[in-house]
């Protein structure tokens, strides 16, 4: 039995949520295991543009009885009970805006103190995360209160420029939310807010992604340029993103025309759209689904999305490589269940495909659970003993295809249909992404993202 979700409007990622009573987690542990074993212990965030889902949407029961881990899913607050700042909310604490990284703060802690009893090694924690949870561990990594809460990390399709936000920035926003609200600003704002009902502040704060707060006590530098600099904590790190990570995104576009084509070109990259729309240009014979195919893959390979893809990933993997142990993948499996079917469309490897792949009750906008072939049952089980083999031993080789090391190698695993049987080069990864092209036409992602603009992970 799973406890409340935490506040969030309905989405594909779950029905509409209000019980503020939801900060709960949840833990697994092998059959027949006890506290005296000191087994390893794998933490997974949830992603949702930290505005939706649940821990509950991860089961990890067959995670950790074919791999002989500790699991734990974990709730924070979300949307504006998790991120919202105004001056007074600042003016209390110091800061505002990053409660829901504070609440995982919050359970990690509580492992760290606990899990002994559960037959977990409070030394041996891996915390993964999808998206949103992975863009939160970026914050971790650099985050003072965070750095000796885990061992490891593992970072699934994240948006590699770990977007952030000043203090000033952040009460700028939340301010005008408070306004339109009627909580106008003055002593008595804070009070008012506390007071609205938390519908109200679902339906008014709206689907953009809340970003972390940079400048604060819980995350003092920006992320992104302490990774850059080496000042994180230099623990083993898987990193992956998956081959087509933008056709979630571009699924809106289905049915666009050339000139609605022309006009997104036009909005996401005002100084070059012309050489974008010649590098992936409009086809003589187009189809209803021709526009999401194609804005899928230039969001996959420049990062429109917050950096979610190809060419930002390999900017990460740069400068992960050159301080820590680092692992990196591509999911390749382009035939897998997608998200609610649309007759017609593929959904290829796109944004949280993998997820059903290692917790087999992720069913995004899927009424049943999706039905793999034998080719898929057989990833599966890969993809879970690899994940088990890093929180064990820090490194995902375990008697299946050798995964080579980044730092050594400069290859990818490629997780794929019927078991990874091969790796794939940094070159070849550039090469398919076109991130030539991008790295001379939109450098430097790891530059914060506006939070005006940016539309949200999943």
């Known amino acids: 039995m799973f406890g409340n979700a935490c506040p969030a409007a309905a989405s594909e990622l779950g029905a509409r949520a209000e019980n503020e009573d939801c900060l709960v987690l949840n833990v697994w542990r092998p059959k027949g295991s006890n506290r005296r074993d000191r087994l390893p212990v794998y933490v997974f965030i949830h992603g949702g543009a930290s505005t939706f889902g649940s821990a509950a949407q991860f089961d ?14 974990i709730n924070y607050r979300l949307g504006a009970l998790g991120f919202l700042s105004v001056p007074g909310l600042s003016q209390e604490a110091g800061e505002s805006g990053n409660y829901g990284l504070q609440d995982q703060q919050l359970a ?54 770990c977007p952030t936000q000043t203090q000033q920035q952040a009460e700028t926003l939340g301010s005008g939310m ?35 707060v940079r400048g604060t006590a819980t995350v003092p530098p920006d992320p992104r340029h302490a990774i850059a600099d080496g000042e994180f904590a230099r623990v083993p790190v898987v990193v992956g993103f998956n081959r087509d990570e933008g056709r979630t995104f571009a699924r809106g576009f289905i ?22 729309l010649a590098r992936y240009p409009w086809p003589s014979r187009p189809d209803r689904f021709t526009a999401a195919y194609l804005i899928g893959a230039v969001m996959t390979d420049s990062g429109s999305y917050l950096s979610v893809g190809a060419c930002s990933t390999l ?58 072939d034998a080719a898929e049952h057989r990833l599966a089980r890969d993809m879970k003993r690899y994940w088990g083999a890093f929180v064990s031993t820090g490194s995902p080789n375990v008697g299946q295809a050798k995964w080579p090391r980044f730092n050594r190698t ?9 078991g990874s049987r091969a790796t794939v080069t940094r070159a070849a990864i550039r090469r ?23 539309p949200p992970p999943e």
């Open 178 to 212: 408070a306004t339109r609200l009627g909580c106008p600003a003055g002593p008595a704002q804070v009070a008012c807010l506390r007071a609205t009902p938390v519908g109200r502040l679902l339906d008014e704060f709206g689907a953009g992604p809340p970003f972390p």
């Open 108 to 161: 990690l802690r509580w492992v760290r103190r606990n899990i002994a009893a559960f037959g977990g090694d409070p030394r041996r924690v891996t915390v993964g995360g999808e998206s949103a949870g992975a863009w939160s561990i970026c914050a971790h990594l650099s985050a003072p209160a965070s750095k000796r809460l885990f061992a490891q990390v593992m970072l699934q399709s994240m948006p590699a420029s």
């Open 315 to 372: 900017r990460l993997l740069r400068d992960l490589d050159r301080h820590t142990r680092t692992y990196a993948y591509r999911f390749d499996a382009r035939t897998g269940p997608g998200q609610a079917p649309i007759p017609g469309f593929v959904w290829g490897a796109g944004h949280a495909g993998e997820l059903p792949y290692l917790f087999p009750t992720y069913h995004l906008g899927l009424a049943v659970p999706p039905q793999f």
């Open 255 to 276: 049915g666009a025309t050339r000139e609605q084509y022309v006009a997104f070109l036009e909005g996401a990259f005002p100084q070059f759209a012309d050489a974008v």
């Open 410 to 418: 400069n290859r990818f695993m490629s997780l794929r249909r019927a």
């Open 60 to 73: 990890m029961a067959e995670l950790v009885r074919r791999t002989g881990v500790i699991g734990v899913s």
């Open 432 to 454: 398919q992404h076109e991130c030539g092209f991008w790295d001379r036409h939109a450098p430097g992602p790891e530059a914060p993202a506006s939070p005006a603009t940016s």
